[in-house]
T-cell receptor
Framework: GQQVMQIPQYQHVQEGEDFTTYCNSS?????IQWYKQRPGGHPVFLIQ?????EVKKQKRLTFQFGEAKKNSSLHITATQTTDVGTYFC???????????????FGQGTILTVHP | DTEVTQTPKHLVMGMTNKKSLKCEQH?????MYWYKQKAKKPPELMFV???????INESVPSRFSPECPNSSLLNLHLHALQPEDSALYLC???????????FGPGTRLTVL
């Protein structure tokens, strides 16, 4: 079945350092979503990437979708303590069928920011 | 407004109890989802409803029984659960099956 691998599993940074998490799919994706889950919270939608090679920015966050639509990354510039949490990518298959619309989540990257 | 509400926030139940989780959205979304999430793990899809019909059942044990009474409501009926079923149960909704999913705050379930 479809798999989405996400690395690293954990990342500890000092406040002000940059952070990147990477996702790689075994199959071509229709689109990829990114979510942030604060400790004790629920996944909060950040962004959706649809086009090959797409790059989107949200303040200090930069999201990229690979040319082959099989990989994606989230980069945070100058981390702050408010960035703490788990970042999940979630890919959606191109094909239809019974799994139409289903999201496959990566394992998540747990980000800790030391002040 | 991208709000999905879930009740209760916390639930403790014994293995012989019957309880229900409730999820509600008023965004006009026609797809609704139940996920199970264990600590430090990603959400794991359980069920998908599309236009109030069950579209996906990810081989979930029959002790979990979903119900979609109308387009705004989604229930998850629980019966004879096991301690390993303790987890955060998340509801999500989207305009349609292939669209962005928005999650509710979840119900933290403990089975004793």
């Amino acid at each position: 079945g479809q798999q989405v691998m996400q690395i690293p599993q954990y990342q500890h940074v000092q406040e002000g350092e940059d952070f990147t998490t990477y996702c790689n799919s075994s199959t071509t994706l229709s689109n990829i979503q990114w979510y942030k889950q604060r400790p004790g919270g629920h996944p909060v939608f950040l962004i959706q990437l649809v086009k090959s090679g797409e790059v989107k920015k949200q303040k200090r966050l930069t999201f990229q979708f690979g040319e082959a639509k099989k990989n994606s990354s989230l980069h945070i510039t100058a981390t702050q303590t408010t960035d703490v949490g788990t970042y999940f990518c979630a890919g959606r298959l191109t094909a239809g069928g019974t799994s139409y619309g289903k999201l496959t989540f990566g394992q998540g990257t747990i980000l800790t920011v030391h002040p | 407004d991208t709000e999905v509400t879930q009740t209760p926030k916390h639930l403790v139940m014994g293995m012989t109890n019957k309880k229900s989780l409730k999820c509600e959205q008023h965004m006009g979304h026609r797809a609704m989802y139940w996920y199970k999430q264990k600590a430090k793990k990603p959400p794991e899809l359980m069920f998908v409803y599309s236009y109030e019909k069950l579209s996906i059942n990810e081989s979930v044990p029959s002790r979990f029984s979903p119900e979609c009474p109308n387009s705004s409501l989604l229930n998850l009926h629980l019966h004879a659960l096991q301690p390993e079923d303790s987890a955060l149960y998340l509801c999500a909704s989207s305009r349609y099956r292939a669209d962005t999913q928005y999650f509710g705050p979840g119900t933290r379930l403990t089975v004793l």
